[in-house]
């Protein structure tokens, strides 16, 4: 079975990546346009940077215990009980666990990146995502995928360090 909230999890590693450590508006804006958001109208950069910053821990978390904490704190803070939804978008019936579907911003971006997060923490038993361990890089990523856990944000930077080890080492 394919992981259900996959694209919720994506859309959050892209946003995180474009609204830290420093927000670029028009490239928040295209992210929200390849996830299919279309009312961007008001989007509120600083209150989705406000959220990345809440979500990052949940990446940077040491072990599934850790990251579950992180995930259950956002869901005290944020979540109000489940409810199923389809926006007439066509996406068909999902879980939201945000007050709305015309919320802020901030609730929006915690709430459905934790369920996200959470549903793949649950299905893997274990941490849902990294920090990119390159020391130049630090980008978020999701482990979304079989196999072992990543420890890059991308091939580029895994190669990148291959090398500069390979290097060091002659």
Same mark, same amino acid.
């Given at each position: 079975?394919?992981?259900?909230? /996959?694209?919720?999890?994506?859309? %959050? ?6 609204? +830290? #450590?420093? #927000?670029?508006? $028009?490239?928040?804006? =295209?992210? !929200?346009?390849?996830? &299919?958001? *279309? ?13 990345? !910053? ?7 978390? #040491? ?5 579950? $904490? ?6 005290? *803070?944020?979540?109000?009980?489940? =409810? !199923? ?6 996406? &068909?019936?999902? +879980? ?12 929006? !971006?915690?709430? @459905?990146?934790? +369920?996200? +997060? $959470? @549903? ?12 990119? %361990?390159?020391? @130049?890089? &630090?980008? #978020?990523?999701?482990? *979304? &995928?079989?196999?072992?856990? /990543?420890?890059?944000?991308?091939? /580029?930077?895994? *190669? =990148?360090? /291959?090398? $500069?080890?390979?290097?060091?080492? =002659?």
């Amino acid at each position: 079975m394919a992981f259900p909230h /996959r694209d919720s999890v994506q859309r %959050a590693v892209d946003l995180l990546r474009v609204l +830290l #450590p420093h #927000p670029d508006p $028009a490239a928040v804006r =295209r992210v !929200l346009l390849a996830h &299919g958001e *279309t009312d961007l109208s008001e989007v509120d950069v600083p209150e989705l940077h406000a959220a990345a !910053l809440e979500l990052l821990p949940v990446f940077a978390a #040491p072990d599934v215990a850790a990251a579950a $904490a992180v995930l259950n704190g956002l869901f005290a *803070t944020y979540a109000r009980p489940p =409810r !199923l939804t389809d926006h007439d978008e066509g996406y &068909g019936w999902h +879980l939201h666990v945000d007050a709305s579907d015309d919320g802020p911003w901030r609730a929006w !971006l915690v709430t @459905s990146s934790a +369920l996200g +997060l $959470a @549903s793949l923490l649950a299905e893997r038993q274990d941490v849902p995502g990294g920090l990119c %361990a390159s020391p @130049s890089c &630090g980008k #978020p990523f999701a482990h *979304t &995928g079989g196999g072992s856990p /990543r420890r890059f944000c991308s091939p /580029r930077c895994a *190669t =990148r360090e /291959r090398v $500069a080890a390979h290097r060091a080492r =002659r």
